[in-house]
């Protein structure tokens, strides 16, 4: 059974009245538009769009806070509309940009939340030492957290509990460097574990680092539903090429694109198999050759460059 | 009802609610001090037609009896101001306030439904509200110990008395918690629930101060506050049943509208 499944689920929002006197626009706006998705039990799964792509209403309909306008969803099998509580019960969710109370001690926040969660914070400890949450720090009051410390609270009340299924949006905002990886080894840890963490973010080097399979969602459409990896062996490479004398014909060389020359240098794409790319260089003298790693971002980049285009 | 959150929303008001009780008893205190010092000066100045009859009866209170000077307290603007922090501030903040700050939802991400986020709510500000009322009817006997005229005020209506309180301040309460949970901002709803409260102290004010404008007092929820009335043994069930269908019908529509309603984030 799927941790998560969707299928043509469907948020569309209809503008209210918000000026005195003047008609409220009728036409709704999809925010998701038949979304159809399925998330493995104990997979890490990024979710990635830009913003105003439709993540976090998605999140929301599978949370229940919102209400989907058509379709459906199953989080652990429960419907997301009518047994949002039992969902919740076994979730654990960091919203984006997490509001706290700021009149709370952090130890005091934590086990408060702990509390509302019908579940014991078996795993608090661990993950507070991880994130180098020292107990004199949580003994201050939230209001003079800073936005990282903020953000490590985050995730621990969202994991306190261990929960089979994270929800994470964004959860690597506002950390740095040495917490980011200390927040990734959580997430192995999880992995490894069979935990299921959905991860909603635009930090694209983060998503290739952590995540099996990746969903894109444009304008709440799903547009791409794939494994990174598989992801990256479709991605196309960034070539750099210097030559001596006569420069290789390679428009009509498989997987390659975007020629460019400028003197002795030649730049390229390179999409799949490199061996005809490898073929058509064979009879030249090459002076240097640089193929950079395909990189989620290129994707990603490619998902939304054609769309401008 | 949830247990967790009841705990955490005591602990969250309970220096505010300290202040609102210590204010409320120091003013219940205070009434019967001035009827027994300035009751027969009052009476005398009505009685020789130096101040209007109307001014003596303020929201269906007066200065001349023990039980008039309690009623006079319960609708006085003073109380009103400090019941206010719960029945209006409370209340409107309850829902809108942790949506626009976006808590709400870190909250609901737990496994308590609305339903039972709106119960525990409820019943946490009549809580608050059964423990304000009863400091000023505790002050409002400490004061009349203090006189002694202790005798003049009979204590078998008393727990009327605080039903009345109560039943008015949670059918405000309870409009409070509507507007809240209707609005994703905190403004409108408190807005909305101060424009309720105003305009029905208004209404009742003027029904009592100009005869003309008596027609006008049943539409007033203060109307249903008969403090006086209780204590001398005259108890209109009417009042307790209007009161207590306001708070119904409040807390029947937020129980359809809130679970049904969509949250998106907090902008």
């Known amino acids: ?309 | 009802m949830n247990g967790a959150l009841f705990a955490h929303t005591w602990r969250m008001q309970r220096v505010r609610l300290a202040v609102v009780c210590l204010g409320l008893l120091v003013w219940g205190f205070i009434t019967p001090v001035v009827y027994a010092q300035f009751g027969a000066q009052f009476r005398m100045l009505v009685e020789n037609g130096l101040m209007p009859e109307q001014f003596a009866q303020f929201g269906g209170g007066d200065i001349f009896s023990l039980p008039g000077a309690i009623g006079l307290g319960f609708i006085h603007p003073i109380s009103l101001l400090l019941n206010s922090v719960f029945a209006v501030g409370y209340s409107t903040a309850a829902i809108a306030s942790e949506r626009q700050r976006g808590t709400l939802e870190v909250t609901l991400s737990r496994p308590v439904s609305r339903r039972a986020l709106y119960g525990t709510l409820v019943l946490s500000s009549f809580t608050f509200l059964a423990a304000s009322t009863l400091a000023l009817i505790a002050g409002a006997v400490a004061g009349a110990m203090f006189e002694g005229v202790r005798s003049e005020l009979p204590l078998a209506p008393l727990p009327l008395l605080w039903l009345n309180g109560m039943l008015l301040f949670g059918a405000i309460a309870s409009i409070g918690l509507a507007a809240s949970l209707s609005f994703d901002r905190f403004a409108p709803a408190l807005g909305l629930t101060l424009g309720v409260v105003v305009v029905s102290y208004f209404l009742e004010v003027l029904g009592s101060l100009w005869p003309d404008a008596r027609p006008l007092q049943p539409y007033s929820l203060f109307h249903y506050l008969q403090p006086k009335s209780i204590l001398t043994g005259h108890v209109a069930a009417s009042d307790f049943a209007v009161l207590t269908l306001v708070l119904a019908c409040a807390v029947s529509y937020a129980l359809v509208v809130f679970p049904r309603r969509d949250l998106p984030a907090p902008s």
């Not at chain 1, 379709?71 to 997301?80: C, E, F, K, S």
């Not at chain 1, 661990?126 to 953000?151: A, F, I, P």
Request: glycine fraction near 10%.
């Open chain 1, 1 to 309: 059974m799927p941790a998560i499944q969707t299928i043509g689920l469907t948020k569309h929002f209809r503008p209210g009245r918000r000026v005195p006197f003047r008609p409220a626009r009728t036409e709704a706006i999809a925010a998701v538009d038949s979304l159809d998705l399925s998330v493995n039990e104990g997979e890490i799964f990024g979710f990635l769009g830009p913003n105003g792509a439709g993540k976090s209403t998605t999140i929301r309909m599978l949370l229940g806070f919102l209400h989907p306008s058509g379709g459906g969803g199953r989080v652990h099998g429960l419907d997301v509309v009518r047994e949002s509580v039992a969902i919740r019960r076994r979730t654990g969710y960091l919203p984006g940009g997490i509001a706290l109370y700021d009149s709370l001690t952090g130890e005091a926040l934590l086990e408060y939340l702990a509390r509302l969660s019908d579940r014991p914070a078996v795993r608090r400890a661990e993950l507070c030492e991880q994130l180098e949450l020292s107990r004199r720090t949580l003994r201050r009051k939230v209001r003079d957290y800073s936005r990282g410390m903020r953000q490590k609270i985050g995730i621990v009340q969202a994991l306190q509990h261990d929960p089979e299924l994270a929800i994470l949006d964004e959860p690597s905002e506002g950390l740095d460097p040495l917490m980011q990886r200390a927040f990734y080894d959580i997430l192995d840890r999880l992995k490894a574990e069979g935990r299921t963490v959905f991860f909603s973010s635009h930090v694209l080097s983060e998503v290739e680092r952590v995540c099996d399979r990746v969903a894109i969602i444009r304008g709440g459409r799903l547009v791409a539903l794939e494994e990174v990896q598989s992801l990256l062996t479709r991605a196309r490479r960034q070539v750099t090429l210097r030559v001596a004398g006569a420069s290789p014909s390679l428009t009509e060389v498989a997987g390659v694109s975007h020629v460019e020359q400028r003197g002795e240098i030649l730049t390229c794409r390179l999409e799949g198999d490199p061996r005809p790319f490898l073929a058509a260089i064979q009879q030249c003298v090459v002076l240097d050759l640089t193929i950079e790693p395909a990189r989620l971002e290129d994707t990603f980049v490619d998902f939304y460059g054609d769309v401008e285009s």
